[in-house]
């Protein structure tokens, strides 16, 4: 078994199996906590994250997964819903902490010291679940618990519409995280570094999968600055980076590798949202002797379902490869729900291993044959790569033409003053139009009355890049596009905040 690295403070994972002993029976003692009551947690990354994980699992407690960024209104409506026995979030949080302080009867801290920050809410009456016998009676190995407790829940990002709980057998997420990183060919010996939130299985199988090898891993917060975890890929000596593409541009790509973390990076995978070509391109030649992935997956197919080293020669840069890891699935016409052929773009219908059903009832996330729909529009080519070419809620209906917000983004990003774009529809009347915002970089962002001026080559470019439709009807320069914790565009959010700037109009 591993060793942990959190927060650049290292330890091995037997030490969090003891720490969580006497965290376990705390829980039972003073919250009154006991098997397959509910506990929620909304921490980024660190020991106590990790901790409440070990202790649910010994008090057979089913694990509720909320990412700490989640919005006060989402976060009481997944209380709401979910209905736990204990609520657990940072002190520091203030949009979460009142959220819990208006649910919750007692309010406690579950540390002493420098772990005060982390604050539990409990007392709510709730409906208890029968109990099963505790997984900590139970003989054996610690990863033989996991197949006796309740699913896990993991609450999505809501970038596209409300926030989703998704039930995932622990088992299973095992099974997937072995079969990921034994793919990568992680050992014995191998630091993983997954630059992931815990709060998502993306990031939490990477941990467990990577323990569960006798690799150590390597986690920092989510909060942590480029910087301090560019730091840490060189003193924790990192051999397997697992992250999304924005990071990997960040640590990667936009200045180079790190000599010291070239010559010892084995691995590179960067999944969770979308790679430009460019981009990709641009990593591969930083890191020459490094394999690097392109993967993709949601937390309701326990995450990664397929990935493309682009790294080898010939590769397609565009693609993420082959369904891989037991799972199936085909490319369908949204509307007939018939297949679509080699090349033609379709959405995504996965089977294999995937959620049974949300938590709430969504009638439409199943196909009749009970296939999962991912909502991502992708094409296969003749020899069963994939290619992700838009979101179909994203999808932008101008006039009768389907337009993907990628392909403008991709054409934006072209222009020499863009750091950074996000493409949203919105309607004008009885039509909708195409909106962009953007990111300006230095010394663009700083010219102040010459911005529109900026705006107008930005539509000319657009103009001799894209089709007549495509072009936004309305540019607005933003300091950031607000993004999921795994880098994709929340577009809710983007949409809100470019209605209360000032709109360049066209």
């Keep these: 078994m591993g060793s942990l690295v959190v927060n650049g403070t290292a330890e091995p994972f037997a030490r969090v199996l003891e720490r969580s002993v006497a965290l376990a029976e705390r829980l039972e003692r ?14 980024e990354n660190g020991t106590e994250h990790i901790d409440l994980v070990v202790a649910a699992w010994r008090l057979g407690l089913q694990f509720i997964a909320v990412p700490p960024t989640t919005s006060r209104p989402t976060f009481a409506g997944i209380l709401k819903t979910a209905s736990p026995h204990a609520v657990v979030v940072d002190a520091g949080n203030e949009r979460l902490s009142g959220t819990v302080q208006d649910w919750a009867t007692v309010l406690s801290h579950l540390g002493d010291g420098s772990q005060n920050r982390v604050v539990v809410g409990h007392g709510r009456p ?12 139970i003989t054996g190995d610690w990863q033989e618990w996991l197949a006796h407790l309740p699913p896990a829940i993991f609450y999505t990002s809501g970038s596209t519409s409300t926030a989703k709980g998704v039930p995932l057998l622990w088992p299973q997420i095992l099974e997937k995280a072995r079969l990921v990183l034994s793919f990568y060919d992680v050992k014995p010996g191998d630091r993983v570094m997954p630059i992931l939130p815990l709060s998502h299985v993306y990031g939490l199988y990477c941990l467990l999968g990577a ?3 006798g690799a150590d891993c390597i986690t920092y917060r989510e909060s942590s600055s480029t910087a301090a975890l560019a730091a840490g890929l060189v003193d924790h000596a990192a051999t397997l980076v697992i992250c999304p593409p924005i990071v990997g541009a960040f640590l990667f790509g936009r200045h180079g590798a790190d000599p010291r973390v070239r010559d010892r990076l084995r691995v590179l995978s960067m999944g969770g949202a979308a790679t430009s070509r460019e981009q990709a391109e641009r990593i591969v030649a930083a890191l020459p ?6 993967s993709y997956g949601l937390a309701e ?3 990664t379902i397929s990935c493309n080293e682009v790294s080898l020669a010939g590769s397609d840069v565009a693609s993420v490869g082959p369904l891989r890891f037991g799972a199936l699935g085909e490319a369908r016409d949204p509307t007939s729900g018939l297949a679509v052929g080699p090349g033609e773009t379709g959405e995504l219908c996965v089977g294999g291993t995937i959620m049974t059903g949300y938590v709430e009832a969504h009638l439409d996330a199943f196909t009749p044959d009970g296939l999962f729909r991912t909502g991502d529009l992708v094409h296969f080519d003749r020899n069963g790569a994939v ?11 101008a006039g009768g033409l389907s337009i993907a917000p990628s392909e403008i983004e991709e054409a934006i990003k072209q222009h020499p ?8 529809g919105e309607q004008a009347g009885q039509l909708e139009v195409t909106c962009a915002a953007v990111v300006l970089r230095q010394p663009w962002n700083e010219t102040g009355g010459d911005r529109e001026q900026i705006v107008d080559e930005l539509l000319d470019h657009c103009r001799k890049h894209l089709a007549a439709k495509m072009v936004p009807r309305r540019i607005v320069a933003v300091a950031a596009i607000p993004r999921g914790a795994l880098g994709k565009i929340a577009r809710a959010e983007l949409r809100a905040l470019c209605a209360r700037s000032q709109a360049q109009l066209v």
């Design 301 to 303: 197919t326990y995450s």
């Design 126 to 137: 709730t409906q208890r679940q029968p109990s099963l016998q505790r997984p900590d009676a």
């Design 417 to 424: 003053a863009v750091a950074d774009c996000g493409v949203f």
């Design 387 to 397: 290619t992700i070419t838009g979101r179909l809620k994203d999808m932008i209906n």
């Design 289 to 294: 002797r490094t394999r690097v992935f392109l």
């Design 211 to 213: 323990l569960a090898l």
């Design 30 to 43: 003073e919250i009154g906590l006991r098997p397959h009551d509910r506990i929620v947690v909304a921490l």
